[in-house]
């Protein structure tokens, strides 16, 4: 996730994931092998000699930012006493925003009180079985 | 993920949660005490001979809806072959609806290109070296 968040700021060298995750070579390769196994990133050669590549967001990548920036919201309410370490400014109002959950049908603002589950064309039992009919809370 | 996934199901009860996430006893033991510990669940006692208890959502627990949400929608989006398992009805509209992430400040849809990362109170160098007048992209 931490090198997800970092795709999405701009970078994508494997000495610069390195230097801001401060992980070892190894273990970043294979996280790198795994997010590009997954096609969340890609691997693009900048260089034939030596090989080199960068690692960029693919469009399965991108749509992951809702993820992040939900867990990054509920980060900066519970674990920022700072305040945020980042903040978000919407190009086409100008504003530092939040994102705010709404419903695709009406735009309203959605929350856990406001909607219930219902089994959809992939349900499986145990997982709705609790849901039927019930109120999410 | 899959216990706070299950409590804003509707589950509170060891046994159920033992039975739809098939971990043994003595893992989800642990997993619901660490997200007792993290303010995630409370413990509400139901019983007090012999002693059992409801694990509940706490308000922090419930403001971990967006995340939830975001993580089901895009695996219901890469990884649901056969359709969504569970979909939402919005009480208000009364349409199933996805939850579309949009600007606290002019309402209006947002994704990784509609904004700009700047450094917030709670800056930490290394975080916006990359993200300063960066486009998320």
Redesign the interface.
């Known amino acids: 996730m931490l090198i997800v968040r ?1 795709a ?4 994508s060298r494997f000495d ?1 994931f390195q ?2 995750l401060g992980i070892s070579r190894n273990v970043l390769n294979e996280r790198l092998a795994r997010l590009a196994g997954a ?1 969340v990133l890609e691997k693009v050669p900048y260089s034939d000699h030596p090989p080199r590549y960068d690692y960029r967001l693919t469009g ?1 990548g ?6 992040l ?3 990054r ?2 980060g ?3 674990a ?14 100008g ?14 603002p ?3 009180t ?11 039992e ?3 079985a ?2 039927q009919g ?4």
């Open positions: 970092d999405f700021l701009g970078v610069q230097e801001r096609g399965k991108r749509d992951l930012w809702p993820v920036t939900a867990i919201q509920w900066d309410r519970y920022a006493p700072d305040g945020p370490p980042l903040e978000l400014v919407h190009r086409e109002c504003h530092v925003c939040g994102a705010v959950m709404t419903c695709s049908a009406c735009g309203k959605i929350g856990p406001d909607v219930w589950a219902v089994p959809g064309p992939g349900a499986v145990p997982l709705v609790a849901a019930q109120r999410l809370s």
